[in-house]
């Protein structure tokens, strides 16, 4: 995997689609920002290990949301470690409650286990990050819990997932309220009036045009607003390419039998194309096939992506 040194002793580790970026402050009481997907915990251990960071010694995590992929390893870290998490507000009452409906768990289906979650951050809010001082900026839209980190002296962003460089990150109105899309155009505003001279996203490696990232996912959400045919395709491709990282190579069958079993499947396909459940699944496998991110073998689908 990918390692930059952004700082003295301030590293970047790029992972793939299941499992979020992650970032390492490697000092005497080490941070890290968001911990990836449950499943991908021992692959997290050993890359940190590879910059000299035992998970042991890991004193805080940040968490730029709820979601599945950025706080999987939390809570093995904190049995570890004793570890603090420090998250938004809204993330903190999601975890403190319980509530694997509104960090999406258990609307996707995904596999994910509650952590002590200890500071509530504010927008505005500063967080240090080892000796580097960062500013907590609110961005609802793609997480109702998500946040981004500034450093201003620096002209550094960690994303999460709220600004990627070649995509506009999933959205989910059944979840988060028909105004997610709003939220997240406003989100993208807010950024755009930030000095920023590079970008570390949640996935995906870090980026400069950042004037362009940002033209680009709002163009992107703006489509989808007004073609929800084109919208709702669009999220049923990414349901299913997510379900097939976490499963790994499956029956079509089977997989198929999984995504009727969880909520999010059947309703996309009930709001836009009136419970054809079956066609619809297939026209994905097909379009991710042409795309080159899953393979299909004697009925049998294979994920092409970097979990």
Known sequence: MPVIEILPDLFF???GFLNGNHFVWRGREPVLVDSAYVGGYEETGR???????????????????THCDHIGGNHRIQERSGCQAALHRIGKHFIDTRDDWSTWWGYYGQEAEFFEAHVGLEDGDRIDVGPYEFEVLYTPGHASDGIVLYNRRHRLLFSGDALWEHDASALN???????????QLDSLDRMAELDIDRVFPGHGPPFSEVRKAIEKSKDKIRNFMYDPDRLGRSRIKKVVSYTLLMTGAIDENALFQRLMAWPCFPEFVDIEFQGRYRELFDDSLDSLAALGRVERRDGRVVSLLEP
């Open 47 to 65: 890359l940190i290990a590879g910059l000299g960071v035992d998970l042991s010694r890991v004193r805080l995590i940040v968490n730029t949301h």
């Open 173 to 183: 109105p059944r979840v988060d309220g028909s105004a997610a899309h709003f939220a």
């Open 13 to 15: 580790i790029q992972r």
